[in-house]
């Protein structure tokens, strides 16, 4: 997987890459690699010099201005502790940290250089030694040294869950020389290994190690609002706590000429304003001011809801870019660590009484698809029945699995005539009625205890009861006791980490090369581990084991029937309620930008790669400010 520095992309930031199969045939051992791709060569091979879409004469300047719903009390992301401020992330350095490599923005399963100008790995992948470009810096000046490479591993490793379980198989970090770091694996034959290294966020040993203002030794196993010595092209230039944090562009970053920099973070000012209300976040929106780019998610909106004047009188752009790497399983995630929900044939009720076809034709006009698995939208999503590799590999578990997984199409059904819905209602009833549990009085309850079928689908999202409703109204018509619980997203987020929930809806990101953060989503480890996306709270020898299988995978072949026996097995255990996806981003911004001629496919509209048209902003300024 791979993830996104721009804090817009934040959801689906979060990621890792696989090496391309057979490389290492290709290349010596102990030769220095830059630029590499999983499937085949990059298409800047190893001579990258920008990437092909970017205006390398793109002026600086200027204000983007954001908005994030909710609220922060941390600069200090790597923990559980606290909910971190916009600009910061979990995995990998946001705004203010570089990392030793920068996974590419057009292509998949591709990084360039940043901290790191190289990297080997022998044969056997049982190791993976990163050379710094001696260019590197913090802001203070000083340089960026292996010390602080080998104490960021330690410390992320010791107390940042993300980080723990990405790195799982890494066992030691040591200088081996002034400019390089070798990591060395517990196992051998993992491709993905000597990758996804390149994600470390590299952190000041040096100011981490310091004291404060006051004297008082600086802790990173806790949250802060210190603001942090970083090394990338911003640094927090001023904040309120919870309400407002703004970044400014750092003069003299030492990596601004690097190919991966060259045309992109052009902004001189980074601002995020916080909301508790969406409402009030939209007003902000369409008056200007506060929010220069609005992504929008809802069908229904984008339909209806861009109508406002500034749009009307085009000083509103709405538009829409295609984005490769969108696709991902969104749904209502289970916690299977409550009873109610871990018997398979409840599971499988509840999956089929979500209404897709009506909500999409009567709140999204039609223009999302219905989720399939859990890697729509590509190659490595399964389809049909087990044949082939695939079903080599189901057959060692035949014995453990249902039936129907080998021999029926994993599909729910349709709500696509007046009928359907009382078959289906009579379909989940009979599920189950099978699980032990029966209709008295109205009310859904356990045929041994008369306990009552009850749970509630946890949100912080105050707009998202008008699509959450439907499937609330769908269940309560055979006697469920489902209910909406609304949080402020400090609390959902504390919730969630803990799993402190019966149903959440979940966003799972994929890439075309899963590898190691499958273990984050799946793993038995990962359930019991506190911060960890297993929301649904897998705990199935069997998945552990399709996990291991596509981290370890061959070649290309392997992966993909490895990873489409995943897919089948999460599919048929019902652990999510899948909800949508499409392969379209959806944004309107205030006409005060440059834009280059193309963006990238893979992720969408690269937002660090726009720049302010100062004369556009100056219009704007002066018809809204006299109030034309």
Known sequence: ???????????????????????????????????????????????????????????????????????????????????????????????????????????GSVSHPLIADAYKYPDDYSSATYRLDPRARWHDGQPITVDDVVWSFNVLKAHSPMYNRYFENVTEAKAISDREVEFTFDQKGNRELPKIIGDLAVLPKHWWE????????????????????????????????????????????????????????????????????????????????????????SGRDWKTKYDFPALKAGDVIKTEFKAMSRANMQGFAMNTRRPLFQDRRVRQALSYLNDFDTINRTQSFGLNTRITSYFMGSDLASSGVPQGKELEILNQYKDKLPPELFTQEWKLPAFDTPQAERKILRQAVDLLASAGWVIKGGK????????????????????????????????????????????????????????????????????????????????????????SRNYSGIKDPIVDALVDRVIFASDRDDLIAATHALDRVLLWNFYVVPQFTRPDVWLAYWNKFGIPDKQPTYIGPDLDSWWIDTEKEKALAAKYKSGN
């Open 1 to 107: 997987m791979r993830f996104h520095r721009s804090g817009i992309w934040a959801a689906a930031a979060l990621a890792a890459s696989l090496f391309p199969m057979g490389l290492a045939t290709s290349q010596a051992a102990d030769e220095w690699r830059t630029t590499s791709s999983l499937i085949g060569e990059s298409k800047y091979g190893e001579n990258f010099q920008r990437y092909d879409y970017v205006n390398p004469d793109a002026p600086k300047g200027g204000t983007l201005n954001s908005t994030v719903l909710g609220t922060f009390d941390s600069f200090n992301p790597y923990i559980v502790q606290g909910s971190a401020a916009a600009g910061f992330a979990q995995l990998g350095g946001g705004l203010l940290y570089d990392t030793l490599m920068e996974q590419a923005t057009d292509e």
């Open 444 to 531: 859904m309850v356990s045929a041994e205890s008369g306990a009552p079928f009850r749970f509630e689908i946890l949100d912080f999202r105050q707009g998202a009861e008008a699509t959450l409703m439907p499937y609330v109204t769908m269940l309560r018509k055979i006697g469920i006791d489902a209910s909406l619980r609304f949080v402020d997203q400090s609390q959902y987020v504390n919730r969630v980490n803990e799993f402190d929930f019966d149903m959440i809806t979940a966003a799972l990101p994929q890439s075309d090369s899963p590898g190691n953060e499958q273990r984050d989503y799946w793993s038995s480890r990962a359930a019991d581990a506190p911060g």
């Open 210 to 297: 310091g004291t404060d203002a006051s004297g008082k030794k600086r802790d990173i196993t806790k949250s802060t609002l210190e603001i942090p010595l970083g090394s990338a092209a911003y640094k927090i230039k001023s904040f309120k706590p919870g309400s407002e944090i703004i970044w400014e562009r750092v003069p003299d970053y030492w990596a601004a000429k690097l190919p991966v920099k060259i045309g992109r973070e052009n902004w001189d000012t980074r601002r995020y304003t916080y909301f508790l209300d969406e409402n009030a976040e939209w007003l902000a929106f369409t008056k200007g001011g506060l929010q220069d780019i609005n992504t929008e998610n």
